[in-house]
Nanobody, 117 residues
Framework: QVQPVESGGGLVQAGGSLTLSCAAS??????????MGWYRQAPGKQRELVAT???????NYADSVKGRFTISRDNIANTLYLRMNSLKPEDAAVYYC?????????WGQGTQVTVSS
């Protein structure tokens, strides 16, 4: 495996919830010792960072998702999660995970989130 694998996206009504997962081999990154992030990219827009979790477990969120999204991780499974509640149409995007670092891993395929109004 040379890139992370994101999953869990789908079509949901506004106000609904989804939980995204990002699994990676430790040859790509070790989630427990890196600052990890969830990014998203909507059509015609630049990729943006929406949530991070430090190696110490401290989360941070973009203002647009604060209070609605929760980032977490399973160090043993080397898996990163993003719980998304109260989804809005503007949350629709392809979601990716990666290190928050100048030296990022290859990007995965991402997982599509579609929110209907």
């Amino acid at each position: 495996q040379v890139q992370p694998v994101e999953s869990g996206g789908g079509l949901v009504q506004a106000g609904g919830s989804l939980t995204l997962s990002c699994a990676a081999s430790r040859s790509i990154f070790s989630i427990g010792i890196e600052t990890m992030g969830w990014y998203r990219q909507a059509p015609g827009k630049q990729r943006e960072l929406v949530a991070t979790i430090s190696s110490g477990g401290n989360p941070n969120y973009a203002d647009s998702v604060k209070g609605r999204f929760t980032i977490s991780r399973d160090n043993i499974a080397n898996t990163l999660y993003l719980r998304m509640n109260s989804l809005k149409p503007e949350d629709a995007a392809v979601y990716y995970c990666n290190k928050v670092s100048p030296f990022q891993a290859p990007w995965g395929q991402g997982t599509q989130v579609t929110v209907s109004s």
